[in-house]
């Protein structure tokens, strides 16, 4: 399992060979999410590339089936279960870089420590959950059922809960969802009317 590199270090693609001379052709009402095309001028091809998300998703999914062939005994993705997506995210946080400071550790709680200190370097809560939704995504479109996926499972997002909960406490910052504004509400029509009258 120690051959499985980094997850950051396998993020970086090179779509083009040294052989070849590409040319990349994109619409100007195009978004950076849509998909733009990449004529090969070597090939005379034309192939589609996916977006900045959809090639995080297949690089995440290619990284877990690595985990998967790594694992002693091997797992086929049918016998994965939620265990072993925690398992997974237990791996990857020896590759983390934020600071989890421990109850003991004089900075706990304190957002901007000023001083180091030796509490473990963690994945980061906002970087797993976003890993899991890319994942649960990449098992349904790979064949999955959706009631059987174990990105999905209750224990996975119980997980996830604790380590949000957690990171909160020992970095001093909150994952609470903003809340929208609301916006200005216009004065109701018929109250107006009713001044108008008297």
């Known amino acids: 399992m120690n051959s499985l590199p980094e997850l950051d270090s396998i993020t970086a693609l090179n779509p083009t060979s ?42 995440d999914w290619n990284t877990f089936g690595q985990y998967l062939r790594n694992h002693r005994p091997p797992l086929s993705l049918s016998r994965c279960s939620g265990a072993h997506v925690l398992e997974f995210l237990r791996y990857l946080d020896q590759f983390g870089k934020t600071k989890v400071h421990t109850q003991l550790c004089p900075f706990f709680g304190h957002p901007s420590p000023p001083a180091p200190c030796p509490c473990p370097l963690r994945q980061a809560w906002g970087s797993l959950d976003a890993l899991i939704g890319r994942l649960r995504a990449a098992f349904e479109e790979n064949g999955g059922k ?44 018929a109250a107006a009317g009713r001044v108008e009258n008297q």
């Open 18 to 59: 040294a052989n070849s001379i590409t040319t990349i052709a994109s619409s100007s009402s195009s978004s950076s999410t849509s998909p733009s095309t990449i004529t090969t001028a070597a090939a005379g091809t034309v192939a589609t590339t996916s977006s900045r998300y959809e090639n995080q998703k297949r690089r």
């Open 146 to 189: 959706p009631e059987a996926n174990p990105f999905g499972a209750r224990a996975v997002r119980l997980y996830l809960r604790e380590v949000r909960d957690s990171q909160a406490k020992a970095r001093g910052i909150s994952y609470e969802k903003k809340k929208r504004k609301k916006p200005p509400q216009a004065p109701m029509i």
